[in-house]
């Protein structure tokens, strides 16, 4: 019942920003939960970051003061603003939406990836 469209990748050099959307659309009551993933080749797929309602963000050490999550409710969008990009970033990234259904159920989507490449 969830649909997620990603956008905002791109190729940058090492030190450079990019920011990352996520507009959730369908049949759902509210987001309780929206975050990025991302998996680069070779590697297991990584929690990069993720905001549930009435709580803070969280990040991975590995972006914690470089990447910065946050929400656009009216929207139903959430965004990653990368900042200091590094050639260890490379990855494709994806959304993660946890939403809760007219039915009280929750409903999980994953967007379809976008590609980040961050050259040295």
């Known amino acids: 019942q969830v649909q997620l469209v990603e956008s905002g990748g791109g190729l940058v050099q090492a030190g450079g920003s990019l920011r990352l959307s996520c507009a959730a659309s369908g049949r759902f009551f509210r987001i309780n939960a929206m975050g990025w993933y991302r998996q680069a080749p070779g590697k297991q797929r990584e929690l990069v970051a993720h905001i549930r309602n009435g709580n803070s963000p969280n990040y991975a050490d590995s972006v914690k003061g470089r990447f910065t999550i946050s929400r656009d409710n009216a929207k139903n969008t959430v965004y990653l603003q990368m900042n200091t990009l590094k050639p260890e970033d490379t990855a494709v990234y994806y959304c993660?939406?946890?939403?809760?259904?007219?039915?009280?159920?929750?409903?999980?989507?994953w967007g379809q990836g976008t590609q980040v490449t961050v050259s040295s």
């Open positions: 993660n939406v946890g939403a809760q259904g007219y039915s009280g159920s929750d409903h999980i989507a």
